[in-house]
């Protein structure tokens, strides 16, 4: 009875070992680009419409944090910039003065040249004339470039405050929380009426439309494998059985490392394995963590 027992307890093993034989080249984790969004300003987080699992779209505004300080900061500089500009010179106005002068000398100058030629006017009358025209001349062109040099340098004290605003513009448009790619919110790390600073991490959102499956294999493995090539990918089901996808190879390390304890390979006794990235479209059934097998195609 008891030899029995050892020879049934010896075919359940064998059976066993023949259930588990290996079906893979290599094993390894699966892991996604993951990015972690962080506050481009400071203040008291006055909205923050997220949460753990969400899926918003790239460039979806989530929350603000208090800009209240910016825009009274903006309003006070483009009032200064009012209170500049409205110092210009109307130039229309007092050039209009300077223009009629010209006009009315050289309407004279006309009328003492027809006298002249009757023999009504004397030459020095011309003379005196047309000197009257060139002093209107200088004069008109004395005061447009006076007026010029007044306005330019006027507008020349309102550029820098015109940079200012352009700079607090920029800091309110950060004041808004905007994610930056369409992924899955994997951890939120701030809450509303927390306060933010500059570069504190709020939130960490991943794309898990595709994976990644980081895998190990040896160095004969290693020398069949090429960028771009397609292999299938193994992942355990809820019935025991394999549920398989196709992977293509989109990164090859070039430095080979120690076997990581978690990762077995096809060649257990190789104490150096090289790292690969297997790019996977995932169906839904996919999570970061979970295990993959990985079989080079033929």
Excluded at 25 to 43: H, L, N, Y
Excluded at 132 to 155: E, F, H, M, P, R
Excluded at 273 to 282: G, L, S, W
Aim: aromatic residues 6%; hydrophobic residues 40%.
């Amino acid at each position: 009875m008891k030899n029995l027992l050892w020879i049934l307890a010896a075919v359940m093993l064998l059976a066993a070992c023949k259930g588990k034989k290996k079906t893979y080249d290599a094993t390894g984790t699966f892991e996604a680009v993951e990015t972690i969004v962080s506050s481009e300003a400071s203040g008291v987080i006055q909205a923050f419409a997220l949460e753990e699992g969400l899926t918003p779209e790239a460039g979806a505004v989530l929350g603000y944090i208090d800009s209240t300080q910016l825009y009274l900061k903006k309003v006070q500089l483009e009032k200064q910039v009012q209170a500049l500009l409205s110092k210009r010179p109307d130039v229309s106005t007092q050039l209009a003065a300077a223009k009629e002068q010209l006009v009315q000398a050289e309407r004279e100058l006309k009328r003492i040249e027809n006298l002249k030629k009757s023999d009504a006017a004397t030459g020095k009358q011309v003379d005196d004339a047309r000197s009257q025209v060139a002093i209107a001349q200088k004069q008109l062109q004395a005061l447009q470039s006076g007026l010029s040099i007044s306005t330019n340098g006027i507008n020349k004290e309102t550029e820098p405050l015109l940079v200012q605003i352009t700079q607090v513009q920029d800091q309110l448009k950060k004041c808004r929380i905007i994610n930056p790619i369409k992924g899955t919110v994997l951890t939120k790390y701030a809450e509303v009426y927390e306060m933010a600073t500059m570069g504190k991490p709020l939130y960490k959102i991943a794309d898990l439309d595709q994976l990644i499956l980081r895998a190990y294999v040896t160095e004969d493995q290693f020398a069949k494998a090429r960028l771009g090539d397609k292999v299938t990918v193994l992942t355990d089901d809820a019935n025991g059985a394999y549920k398989e996808y196709e992977g293509t190879i989109e990164w090859l390390s070039n430095k080979a490392e120690f076997t990581p304890k978690t990762i077995q390979t096809k060649d257990e006794r190789a104490n150096l394995v090289y790292a690969m990235k297997v790019r996977v479209k995932n169906d839904g059934f996919l999570k970061i963590g979970m295990y993959g097998e990985l079989v080079f195609k033929p």
